[in-house]
């Protein structure tokens, strides 16, 4: 049986390109990541059902900064309501076209800053485009996440565009090539399809660390 979970109460926090800006929200936090474009800022948006909350851009490395938005994941059993509050962390995209290596290394340097220094990084997402799994870029971030020793969620995103059956096939590429802590995860910010699977897995994940 799926469980009826829900965002509520999403806000936006705070921006920060240094540590020293990160707000104290002595929250859980769960961190998306993946190429620009990938779709990081519409994911967060169709998980709180808020359309404005983190920008959407059709032009690709325009989120530059970490942006941190706080929410509570809302559980419905019965008569009992359980609430799970959590803080949703937007970290800029990598990779595109016009970044070069030192913007590739300023990006690393960055998201190494908030990784290392976030106690309560609980889970780091990292977005796949579903229907390109294999580019040596998102291989390049696997590497780097899987050695951070935070629990690990692959995200394939922009399923929509995918028939079934090349889902299916891009899913296992994805289990296969990026091993994580829990399998991949198909999702569609247009459908809404994964949302349940990746709230269940975010509250879990926040029980499992207490
Ligand atoms: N069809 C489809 N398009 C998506 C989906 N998610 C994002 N997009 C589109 O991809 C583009 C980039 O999305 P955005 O969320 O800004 O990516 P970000 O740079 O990773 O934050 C936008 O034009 C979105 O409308 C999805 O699930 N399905
Ligand atoms: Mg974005």
Request: with cysteine; aromatic share 8%; proline share 4%.
């Amino acid at each position: 049986m799926t469980r009826d979970l829900q965002i509520i109460n999403p806000k936006y926090v705070a921006s920060a390109v240094r540590k020293d800006q990160y707000p104290e929200l002595s929250l859980p936090e769960i961190a998306f990541l993946g190429r620009s474009n990938v779709g990081k800022s519409s994911l967060i948006n169709s998980l709180c059902n808020q359309r404005g909350l983190a920008r959407v851009s059709g032009e690709p490395g325009k989120t530059q900064t970490i942006n941190f938005f706080s929410a509570e994941i809302r559980e419905k059993d019965h008569d009992e309501v359980m609430r799970t509050p959590l803080c949703l962390v937007d970290l800029p995209g990598y990779g595109f076209a016009r970044a070069g290596g030192k913007k590739r290394q300023m990006w690393s340097s960055f998201i190494s800053e908030y990784i290392t220094s976030s106690p309560r990084l609980r889970m780091l997402c990292l977005l796949i485009d579903l229907r390109h799994p294999g580019l040596a870029i998102d291989g390049q971030a696997y590497d780097w996440l899987a050695a951070s020793g935070v629990h690990l969620q692959i995200i394939g995103t922009k399923s929509d565009k995918l028939k079934s059956n090349e889902k299916k096939k891009n899913l296992a590429i994805l289990d296969a090539m990026f091993p994580a802590d829990s399998s991949a995860v198909a999702y569609s910010a247009l459908k809404k399809e994964g949302r349940e699977v990746l709230l269940e897995r975010f509250i879990n994940t926040i029980a499992d660390a207490e």
